[in-house]
């Protein structure tokens, strides 16, 4: 080994596994083990180096693009021929990117709010006063709204009312007016992206990736399932194009295709969807099943979220307050993210030969960072392990400024953040409000790092509030 590059230390590992066999035991206590014992960088294998020191995450997250790639192959030895493709499609993306961020803005987002509150308020009362499996009936909602959001202006502009169904079909079949409603396209793209997901975060259980060759029934699902929603996504976008523009773009598909700059391709616009679709799947879904478990866990939590909401006069989803008027709302939701960030583990893939702190890393190699323990970690935090949602009313910011990532950092930050803090908040407020909760398995609810970090198999009853 040349001086060049020093060998990162790390747990020693078993013979052939390393440290997978511990990691899959109980991946955040294996990690935070190994960051007491090796400090703030250390090696996980061969190819995987933990950063934990936020300056160093930071400093790989603005590098991204140049370096460092945040795309990374679910299945390995499609490496090369998929860096190639990212290196292609990389500057188009970053342009697209731009194009898809005006549609997202805060002022984007607001806009999309009473459209959002009814389809979560739809959602809601349909399952009212049954157990319910939060994280699945939390993640059919964003993943209905996001697909909303891209397509739900097609092909009628009429918006259900609250009390009709969620995706817009009308309660008895028939289209109101003798219009044909928007809702069939979202659903279809919602259905075809949650089986994509699903098929995804099978490959991502497991911590080892499977050569690209092996024709295992994952791989293929996998494959399959990708194949369906680059369809149903083209199939959209050449009925739009065919359509027209509309005179005030209505969804983020408008703003694609008639939005100003640059025209884009529908390779260009279905990369966006894509990415939007998938890169949001199941994310403020599981914000909000871990919003419900403390809910759950503090009433006196819902009851001055309740509060704030009937004093900015929340009564129907038809005309939801700005969610800046709910502050405390968004203080909790600020909360949630730190002790439960969704995204838990970030990596990077090392494209050029680069350096982080004091260690040399090459081509092939990986960075990863779990903001779950930089977001608990006493040196940056006071009372890490204290659920405070007051800490972001007082100006209590962390230690260190670059302690907080939920939406990561950098130019391949969540184009999606404000929107999905918006959904957050309104959802949150609406839950406080109408619902008590009854939550009967606290204890097992516990934080289970998957693709996603989840409440392990949280179930509740929402009882209606006279
Ligand atoms: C609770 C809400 C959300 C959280 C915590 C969250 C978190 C994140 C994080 C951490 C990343 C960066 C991952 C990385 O750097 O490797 C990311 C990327 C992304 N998110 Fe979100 N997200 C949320 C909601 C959304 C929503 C609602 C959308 C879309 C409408 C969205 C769209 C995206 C996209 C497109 C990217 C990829 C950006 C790129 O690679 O250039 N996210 N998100």
Redesign the pocket.
Same mark, same amino acid.
């Given at each position: 080994m040349s001086e060049r590059y020093q060998p990162v230390p790390g747990p020693p590992g078993r013979f052939l596994v390393g440290n997978t066999y511990e990691y899959d035991q109980d991946r955040l206590a294996f990690l935070a083990r190994a960051q007491r014992d090796y400090g703030d960088v250390f090696r996980f294998s061969p190819t995987a180096v933990v950063v934990q020191d936020p300056e160093l995450i930071h400093d790989v =997250?603005v590098r991204?693009n140049a370096e460092f790639r945040?795309?990374s192959p679910l299945v390995s030895g499609a490496a090369a021929r998929f860096q190639e493709l990212i290196d292609r499609r990389l500057p188009v993306? @970053?342009s697209t990117?731009r194009k898809?961020w005006r549609g @997202?803005n805060a002022a984007g987002s607001a806009a999309y709010g009473s459209r959002l509150l009814r389809q979560f308020a739809a959602i809601m009362d349909e399952r009212a006063g049954r157990e319910v499996e939060v994280l699945s009936l939390m993640k059919s909602f964003?993943g209905q709204a996001?697909a909303d959001? *891209?397509l739900g202006g097609q092909p009628a502009h009429r918006q259900p009312a609250h009390g009709e169904p969620a995706h817009g079909e009308p309660a008895h079949g028939e289209p109101a007016d003798g219009q044909p409603v928007r809702g069939e396209p979202v659903r279809v793209v919602a259905e075809a992206v949650e089986r994509a997901a699903t098929a995804a975060s099978a490959l991502m259980a497991s911590s080892l990736t499977l050569p690209h060759w092996w024709p295992t029934p994952r791989i293929r699902r996998f494959r399959r399932t990708a194949r369906e929603v680059r369809s149903v996504l083209l199939e959209q976008i050449a009925a739009r194009r065919a359509a027209g523009a509309r005179p005030h773009p209505e969804d983020l598909l408008d703003e694609l295709l008639h939005g100003e700059g640059a025209e884009l391709s529908d390779e260009a616009v279905y990369d !966006?969807l894509n !990415? !939007?679709? +998938?890169?949001?799947h199941g !994310?403020?879904g599981?914000?909000l099943s871990w919003i419900v478990r403390q809910f759950a866990l503090d009433p006196d939590l819902a009851a001055r979220v309740r509060k704030e909401a009937g004093d900015a006069r929340l009564t129907t989803p038809d005309d939801p307050p700005d969610p800046a008027a709910l502050p405390y709302t968004e203080a909790v939701i600020k909360e949630v =993210?730190r002790m439960y960030?969704?995204?838990w583990l970030?990596? +990077?893939d090392i494209v050029r030969e680069t350096r982080v702190g004091e260690w040399n890393l090459r081509p092939g190699q990986q960075v990863m960072f779990c903001?779950y323990l930089v977001h608990r970690d006493p040196r940056w935090w006071t009372y890490p392990e204290e659920f405070l949602p007051e800490r972001w009313l007082g100006g209590d910011v962390p230690h260190s400024r670059y302690a907080y990532?939920?939406?990561?950092?950098?130019? +391949?930050? *969540?184009?999606?953040?404000q =929107?999905?803090?918006t959904?957050?908040v309104l959802a949150t407020a609406w839950l406080a409000a109408r619902f008590d909760i009854e939550v009967s398995d606290l204890d097992s609810a516990v934080p289970a790092p998957q693709a996603l970090l989840v409440p392990r198999g949280l179930r509740a009853v929402f009882h209606p509030r006279a």
């Open positions: =997250l991204t945040a795309e993306w @970053m990117r898809g @997202m964003s996001i959001f *891209c !966006v !990415v !939007v679709l +998938r890169a949001s !994310v403020p599981a914000s =993210l960030p969704p995204t970030m990596g +990077r903001t990532l939920p939406f990561g950092a950098g130019p +391949r930050i *969540c184009l999606g953040n =929107l999905g803090m959904q957050l």
